[in-house]
């Protein structure tokens, strides 16, 4: 019932930048909070920086400062800003929306295919 696509990722070099997009569609009601993860191999997907639909922003301790989460409302797209990118910032990174989509009376949590960032010289 819900769609995110998103796109962005490639290949950086130390020190570098990137932005990724996120871009939700379908029977779309409203959408709650957005969110970026990022999985490395063998790892668990884990938190990266999350945007509520007010513009409330929270962050990993170890993106802070490097990373900006942002979203436009009226398009129903989350954006991630990485500057300063290190190695270690390597992984795939997936989309998540909670929205209201459909006829479903509830929240539910809907997932990108993931984009590959990664880091290298």
């Known amino acids: 019932q819900v769609q995110l696509v998103e796109s962005g990722g490639g290949l950086v070099q130390p020190g570098g930048s990137l932005r990724l997009s996120c871009a939700a569609s379908g029977s779309i009601v409203s959408i709650n909070t957005m969110a970026w993860y990022r999985q490395g191999p063998g790892m668990q997907r884990e938190l990266v920086a999350d945007?509520?639909?007010?513009?409330?922003?929270s962050y990993a301790e170890s993106v802070k400062g490097r990373f900006t989460i942002s979203r436009d409302n009226a398009k129903n797209t989350v954006y991630l800003q990485m500057n300063s990118l290190k190695p270690e910032d390597t992984d795939v990174y997936y989309c998540?929306?909670?929205?209201?989509?459909?006829?479903?009376?509830?929240?539910?949590?809907?997932w990108g295919q993931g984009t590959q960032v990664t880091v290298s010289s």
């Open positions: 998540m929306a909670d929205a209201l989509a459909g006829s479903r009376p509830y929240l539910g949590r809907y």
């Open positions: 945007i509520t639909s007010g513009g409330r922003t």
